[in-house]
C-alpha cells in the first residue's frame, strides 16, 4: 500500500485554501493532529491526510482571564507547560504529542472529568474551517456566552467529518497546590470505590479497576488532608503519593484493542468484565483492553448496549460501533451544509456519516 | 397561508379545550415576555405532557402556524415574543420532577419547573441544580435551556450547558428525539449542544435530564463595600489572579444597592460606592484558605468593611438583595432597559466608566448589578416610557454600550440570549460566513422554518450563501415585522 500523501499548511489561509483545493479537485482528506485518537472512528478511504501540527502558535494568554487562545494543532505538552508557567492548567491528561484539536475532535476523557468535566465544555470560541471550506468563528473568549449557534459544539467529538478547527480559547483553571493519590487494594473495588465517592468531597477522580481504586485529590494542602481523612474512613489505603500521575498505572496499556465505554455511572459494574478495564467511577467511562476486536468486541457492545451506552474503539480495528445515532436526519443534513463534497474523512463518522 | 381556526379545532381536540386561548385578552397577555418587544400571535396552547407538545407541532405545522416556545415569559431578548400567526406553546404546565436518580447524579424534569424548585427538590438527595438565575423563583428549566441560563454560581459551576445531560426535543417535523444521552458520551454529532441556547428556534424542548452537582459541606458568603468602584472591580481580578476561583462573585454599585436595601432589608451599606458578595464553598479547609485569599485581594485593594454571613438566615437575606434588584429598580423608574454584554474581566473598570458616561451623555438613570467574576455586566438603564422622546434615548444608549462591549473584546450576551432585541447586533461579532454557518445549524434542524421566525439571526442569513444579502433582501425581511413588533 502506497503511503497517503500528507499535507501540512502553515498558517489558517493555507488551510482554507487546501480544504478548497480538496474540493475543487475532489481529493478525500483526512484530518490529523497528533495522531494519538485516529483509531476513534469508522473506517474511511482517504486520498491525503491533512495534518494541523504546523498551527501550533500561542495567540492569547491571560492567566488573570483563565482563558488561553491557541490554534489546534499546539501540542497539549506544550500548552501544559506554558499554563504552568502561569499557574494554570486545561485539565485533559493526554499524552504530551497530543494537539489540542485533535483531543476536541475525539472527545477524549480525562481520567480527572469527575471534578472538571468533560473537555467539551472548556472549548468558549473556535474558529474552524468547514467541509466546502468556509472560515467561521464562533462563541466568544469569555466564560459566559450565548450569543448565536454556538457552531464549534458540534466540531467537538466530530472526528474531523464536519470541519477543520484551527484554533479554540480554552477555559482554563487554577493549578492545585496539593496533589494525592490514594491506592486501595481488595476484591470489592467497585463497592469501595462507590463509598468513597459518597465519603469524600469534591475528589477530582476515582478510578476503579479490578486490581483495586485510585483516589485523586486536589486542592489546597488542608482541604487535601481533610479529603484524606475522609477516604481513610472509607478504607485503608495501601499506598499514598504527592505528585505521582493519576492513573498510576493501567491494565490496558498493551492491549491490542481498547474500547472506550460510556455508560450511566451506576450501569459500569454491570459493564466491565476481564482483567484489564478500568473506570472512571461517578462518570460512567470505562477503558477496556480485547485481545481482539472479533467475538469479545462484540460481547462488549451488547453488554454496553443494554446499559443504553456505547462503546468505540479508540485503539486498534473495530470502528465506533452500530449505535443509532439520534435526529438522524438532522446529524446528515449537518453533514451536507458544512461538508457539500464529502471530502472530510467519508464514513468515519458515527452512523456512517 | 395559515388555517388558524382548523388548527384551533385540532388544538382543542388534542389537548382539550381549557387549554387552548383565542381571546384577544389571552392573545395580548402572551405576545410579549419580559423584554421591551411586543409582538402578537394567533393561538396559545398548554400541552400537559409530553405528547400534547407533539400534537402542538404536528398541527402548527399541519396548518402553517409558527411555532414559538415559552416557559415562564421571563426571557429578557424577545426570544418567545411571538410574531404574526403564531402559535405560542406555553410549558408552564408541564411541571413535573419526573425522577431523580443521585446514583447517575442525574434527574428528569418537566421543562415548566421552575429552576428554584427543582434546586429545593434535590437539596434531601444532598444535591442542587447549579445554574441560579436571578429569576430563578420563576423562571423554568425549559426556559433556562433556551437562553443557556446562568447566575451567580456559574463562575465557579459553569453555565446550563454543563448541567444538562439530555433533552426530549420535539423537533420542527413533529418528531421526538433525544439529543444527549445519561451517559457521559453519546454517539452522533452533539446536538444537545446547540439546542441548549438556541432560543426555541430548532425545537421544543419535551423533557430536560440535568446533571445533580452534591451540595459543598461548607459556605461562606461575604459581603464587602468600597468607597470607588475602581476598587471594587480591582478587588474582583485580585481575588482571580490570586488562584481563587470563588462559587460566586457579584457587584452592586451604589444606586442599586440603595434600591435593593430599601426593598430587602439586608443591611447592606447605602454610603458604599460599590459592594462585592463573595461566595465560597467545599470543605471546611477549602473555605478556609479562599476566603483568606479574599480577604487579602480586598484590603489589598482598599476594602472598608468585610461582613461575614453568621449564618444560613444571613446568608439568604443578603442574597435576597441581589436577586431581587431588578425588581427594586422599579423605585426609581417604572421601566427598565438591560444589558447583558460579557467583558474581559481585566477591561472591567473601564467599560464601566464607559457605561456611566454614556447614560450621562443620554440623560439617563443607570446603574449597575452584575457577576463581576464571569465579567458579565448588566447595566440597567431606568426609565419612564410615556414621556416622549425617552425611549429614543434608552435605545441609543443602548446600542451605545452594546458597541462599548464588543469593542472591549466582549460577547453580545452572556446569559439573556440574542431573541430580537439583539439580532441586528449580530454582524458587530459575526463576519457573514460565520452567520451562514450558525444558519446551516438552523437550516438542518428546520428546514421548513417552522420554529419561532425572526429570532437569533439577523435579516439575510442564509445557510450556503457566503454572502449576506443585504439592501433589497434585508428591506424585504423587514417589512415581515408587523406593525409594533419592534418596540
Redesign the interface.
Same mark, same amino acid.
Given at each position: 500500500m502506497t503511503p497517503v500523501p500528507r499535507i501540512h499548511p502553515q498558517t489558517k489561509r493555507e488551510l482554507v485554501e487546501q480544504v478548497r483545493r480538496a474540493n475543487t479537485d475532489g481529493r478525500r482528506v483526512l484530518v490529523v493532529g497528533g495522531g494519538q485518537h485516529l483509531d476513534k472512528g469508522n473506517p474511511s478511504d482517504v486520498d491525503d491526510e491533512l495534518w494541523t501540527t504546523q498551527l501550533d502558535a500561542l495567540v492569547a494568554y491571560?492567566?488573570?482571564?483563565?482563558i488561553a487562545v491557541v490554534e489546534a494543532g499546539m501540542r497539549v505538552g506544550t500548552l501544559r507547560s506554558l499554563l504552568a508557567d502561569g499557574?494554570q492548567e486545561w485539565p485533559a491528561d493526554a499524552p504530551d504529542a497530543a494537539t489540542v484539536g485533535g483531543l476536541v475532535a475525539s472527545?477524549a476523557?480525562s481520567p480527572r472529568?469527575l471534578k472538571f468535566?468533560?473537555l467539551?465544555?472548556t472549548v468558549l470560541e473556535a474558529e474552524?474551517v468547514?467541509g466546502d471550506g468556509?472560515?467561521? /468563528?464562533?462563541g466568544?473568549?469569555?466564560?459566559?456566552?450565548?450569543? @448565536?449557534?454556538?457552531?464549534h459544539?458540534?466540531l467537538?467529538?466530530?472526528l474531523g467529518t464536519?470541519g477543520v478547527i484551527a484554533q479554540v480559547a480554552l477555559k482554563v /483553571?487554577?493549578?492545585p497546590q496539593r496533589r494525592r493519590t490514594l491506592r486501595f487494594g481488595g476484591d470489592l473495588t467497585m463497592a469501595t470505590a462507590l463509598a468513597l465517592l459518597d465519603a469524600v468531597?469534591?475528589a477530582a477522580g476515582i478510578i476503579a479497576t479490578p486490581d483495586g481504586v485510585e483516589l485523586r485529590l486536589e486542592?489546597?494542602t488542608?482541604?487535601v488532608?481533610?479529603?484524606s481523612r475522609a477516604a481513610r474512613d472509607v478504607a485503608e489505603p495501601v499506598d499514598e503519593a504527592d505528585d505521582a500521575p493519576f492513573p498510576m498505572s493501567s491494565l490496558w496499556d498493551d492491549a491490542p484493542v481498547v474500547a472506550?465505554v460510556?455508560?450511566?455511572?451506576?450501569r459500569l459494574g454491570d459493564v466491565v468484565e476481564g482483567d484489564r478495564w478500568s473506570a472512571l467511577v461517578? $462518570?460512567?467511562?470505562a477503558w477496556v483492553g480485547l485481545d481482539h476486536a472479533d467475538a469479545p468486541l462484540d460481547t462488549l457492545r451488547r453488554r454496553v448496549r443494554e446499559a443504553? @451506552?456505547?462503546a468505540p474503539v479508540i485503539r486498534g480495528p473495530g470502528g465506533?460501533?452500530d449505535? /443509532?445515532?439520534?435526529?438522524?436526519?438532522?446529524?446528515r443534513?449537518?453533514k451536507a451544509?458544512?461538508d457539500?463534497n464529502g471530502v472530510l474523512a467519508p464514513g468515519r463518522?458515527?452512523?456512517g $456519516? | 397561508m395559515a388555517d388558524v381556526e382548523a388548527a384551533r379545532r385540532a388544538l382543542e381536540e388534542a389537548l382539550g379545550q381549557s387549554e387552548v386561548l383565542s381571546d384577544p385578552l389571552a392573545l395580548r397577555l402572551y405576545a410579549r415576555d419580559a423584554s421591551l418587544v411586543e409582538g402578537g400571535c394567533a393561538l396559545v396552547a398548554f400541552p400537559r405532557r409530553l405528547p400534547g407538545v407533539v400534537a402542538c407541532v404536528r398541527i402548527a405545522g399541519e396548518h402553517g402556524l409558527p411555532i414559538v416556545p415559552r416557559g415562564s415569559g421571563t426571557g429578557l431578548a424577545g426570544g418567545s415574543t411571538p410574531i404574526g400567526d403564531a402559535l405560542v406553546v406555553v410549558t408552564s404546565k408541564m411541571t413535573d420532577l419526573i425522577e431523580v436518580r443521585p446514583a447517575d447524579r442525574l434527574a428528569w424534569v418537566e421543562p415548566g419547573l421552575a429552576n428554584l424548585d427543582l434546586a429545593n427538590a434535590l437539596r434531601p438527595y444532598g444535591f442542587t441544580y447549579a445554574p441560579d438565575p436571578s429569576s430563578q423563583q420563576t423562571s423554568s428549566i425549559g426556559g433556562n435551556v433556551s437562553t443557556n441560563a446562568g447566575g451567580p454560581h456559574c463562575l465557579a459551576y459553569g453555565v446550563t450547558s454543563n448541567h444538562v445531560l439530555a433533552l426530549d426535543v420535539v423537533l420542527p417535523d413533529g418528531t421526538l428525539e433525544r439529543l444527549g444521552t445519561e451517559a457521559p458520551e453519546a454517539a452522533g454529532y452533539d446536538l444537545r449542544a446547540v439546542m441548549v441556547g438556541s432560543e426555541g428556534t430548532l425545537g421544543v424542548v419535551a423533557a430536560v435530564c440535568v446533571r445533580l452537582t452534591p451540595l459543598p459541606p461548607a459556605i461562606r458568603t461575604m459581603l464587602l463595600d468600597f468607597e470607588t468602584v475602581a476598587e471594587c472591580a480591582a478587588t474582583v481580578s485580585a481575588i482571580i489572579a490570586s488562584g481563587v476561583v470563588p462559587a460566586a462573585v457579584e457587584m452592586m454599585d451604589n444606586g442599586i444597592v440603595v434600591a435593593a436595601e430599601r426593598f430587602a432589608h439586608a443591611g447592606y451599606p447605602t454610603d458604599a460606592a460599590a459592594i462585592l458578595i463573595v461566595e465560597v464553598d467545599g470543605t471546611e479547609a477549602a473555605v478556609e484558605e479562599q476566603a483568606t485569599a479574599v480577604e487579602s485581594a480586598a484590603s489589598a485593594n482598599g476594602v472598608r468593611t468585610i461582613r461575614v454571613a453568621a449564618d444560613e438566615a444571613e446568608r439568604a437575606l443578603i442574597w435576597k438583595g441581589r436577586k431581587s434588584a431588578f425588581g427594586a429598580v422599579a423605585q426609581i423608574a417604572p421601566h427598565y432597559h438591560l444589558h447583558d454584554c460579557v467583558v474581559p474581566r481585566s477591561k472591567l473598570v473601564d467599560v464601566l466608566a464607559g457605561v456611566y458616561d454614556i447614560a450621562e451623555r443620554h440623560d439617563l438613570i443607570v446603574t449597575n448589578v452584575f457577576h463581576a467574576g464571569d465579567g458579565n455586566l448588566h447595566p440597567l438603564l431606568s426609565f419612564d416610557r410615556t414621556v416622549p422622546g425617552t425611549l429614543e434615548r434608552v435605545l441609543a444608549a443602548s446600542e451605545e454600550i452594546v458597541r462599548l462591549c464588543v469593542d472591549a473584546g466582549g460577547a453580545l450576551s452572556g446569559e439573556h440570549g440574542i431573541g430580537l432585541e439583539k439580532r441586528d447586533f449580530m454582524p458587530l461579532v459575526f463576519t457573514a460566513e460565520d452567520l451562514s454557518a450558525q444558519a446551516c445549524v438552523r437550516s438542518a434542524f428546520d428546514p421548513d422554518t417552522r420554529m419561532n421566525p425572526l429570532k437569533v439571526l439577523p435579516d439575510g442569513a442564509r445557510c450556503g450563501d457566503f454572502a449576506m444579502a443585504r439592501g433589497n433582501d434585508a428591506a424585504r425581511a423587514a417589512a415581515e415585522l408587523p406593525e409594533g413588533a419592534w418596540l
Open positions: 491571560e492567566p488573570a482571564e483563565m499557574g472527545s476523557s472529568r468535566g468533560p467539551r465544555d474552524v468547514t468556509r472560515f467561521v /468563528r464562533s466568544a473568549r469569555t466564560v459566559k456566552n450565548v450569543t @448565536g449557534y454556538d457552531v459544539k458540534l467537538s467529538g466530530s464536519l /483553571r487554577p493549578l468531597p469534591a486542592g489546597w488542608a482541604e488532608d481533610e479529603q472506550e460510556a455508560v450511566t455511572p451506576s461517578g $462518570v460512567g467511562i443504553g @451506552g456505547i465506533l460501533g449505535d /443509532r445515532i439520534p435526529a438522524p436526519d438532522v446529524q443534513r449537518l451544509a458544512f457539500p463518522g458515527w452512523g $456519516v | -
